[in-house]
């Protein structure tokens, strides 16, 4: 893990600006295009080159447990992890669908679910049958969140020797939303109550509930804020642990990186105060429903490419706004200039 945070070096803002200075050459109003300019920009200093590439794009699931779940603070059963891990195996869920829409290869991996997968094509990086409960005792031990941020990076390793040009992270794990939430209200003190939202579709009784376990767990886990690993291993997860490794890692290959919503947020949070050149890798995919999103992007002075109200996780999110990372490279790669086209720009007139 200490060596990956070796090779992460900020994005190449050279080559942003570069593309900052073709942009405007392009047939167009300088700056007309808005946020697609902007990514595009982002894209260069990313990967180094005016005119990059995001085919094709690969999408990455981390499936985990979380011993809180005991506490009643999902809507359901610890159970449904693995059976949604094998509908991701057999291509049924959202991020399926929408991965087959755009191309991208998927992989999805046991870091920590509860009981044995059989699932065919599912890779198996099981660090532990989950975490501890936090209300209880620490999530995680130090060599568990250690090697659980390993399997992360190893994911991402396996995506580029693929062919991967983008990567999208997703992930499941019932109660994962309250692991993230404490998470969050640590490492930027606000209140759990402003944090805490429905999840899987919990009620009003079982949100207060929701709220009071977390308070509960952060006062007894007593992590500090200014340590990220350790709120992470205190109160975190498995698979956030792995998507905050995957993140590490994307940022060392130069790779773009597209955040999906609340939990995939948190996980970026988590790396970026473990080495805050990683913020400049990340594209923020969409705004979740869940409150606590809001926080976490505001944090990482982020703004997201999508707003449709969605929370359901899994890359989803993520995965419907790559193709406007398509559009970005394509205008980038296809639009002609001025010159090129025979028209007369504004510094002619």
């Known amino acids: 893990m200490h060596a990956i945070l070796d090779d992460i070096q900020p994005v190449n803002f050279h080559a942003g600006e570069q593309a900052r200075r073709y942009l405007d050459t392009l047939t167009k109003p300088p700056g007309s295009l808005g946020a697609l300019e902007t ?22 699931v981390f499936a985990a ?16 992890t693995a059976q949604m891990v094998a509908n991701f195996a057999h291509g049924g869920a959202a991020v399926n669908v929408f991965a087959r829409q755009i191309g991208a290869r998927i992989e999805v991996v046991d870091v920590g679910v509860a009981s044995d997968i059989t699932a065919a094509g599912v890779v198996n990086a099981k660090v532990s049958r989950g975490t501890a409960n936090m209300a209880v005792e620490n999530a995680l031990q130090p060599e568990q969140a250690s090697e659980a941020i390993n399997a992360g990076v190893a994911a991402v390793e396996r995506a580029i020797k693929a062919g991967a040009k983008c990567l999208i992270v997703g992930e499941m794990g019932i109660a994962n939303t309250t692991a993230s939430s404490a998470m969050l209200a640590v ?25 009071a376990v977390i308070e509960r767990a952060i006062a007894a886990r ?35 990186v597209i955040v999906d919503g609340f939990i995939a947020t948190v996980a ?24 606590g999103h809001d926080v976490a992007l505001r944090a990482l002075d982020a703004k997201s490419l999508l707003d449709m109200g969605m929370r359901l996780g899994e890359g989803s999110g993520a995965a419907l706004a790559y193709p406007l990372l398509q559009a970005a490279t394509a205008m980038m790669a296809e639009m002609a200039t001025f010159t090129d086209a025979g028209v007369s720009d504004k510094a002619a007139l």
């Open 39 to 60: 990514l595009a920009i982002q894209l260069s200093a990313i990967t180094g080159e005016l005119k990059p590439s995001v085919i094709p794009p690969a999408v990455i």
């Open 222 to 256: 007593n992590a500090d804020s200014q340590a990220p690993l350790e709120v992470l291993t205190k109160l975190g997860g498995l698979e956030i642990a792995a998507m905050t490794g995957s993140y590490l890692a994307a940022a060392a290959h130069r790779l773009p």
């Open 65 to 80: 447990d979380h011993g809180v779940a005991a506490e009643g603070v999902s809507a359901f059963p610890q159970a449904v």
């Open 268 to 291: 970026a949070l988590t790396a970026c105060r473990m080495c805050p050149a990683v913020r400049g890798y990340l594209i923020f995919g969409h705004r979740s429903q869940e409150p």
């Open 187 to 211: 490492l930027t003190g606000e209140p759990v109550a402003s944090l805490v939202g429905a999840g899987t579709g919990i009620n009003s009784q079982q949100l207060t509930h929701k709220v």
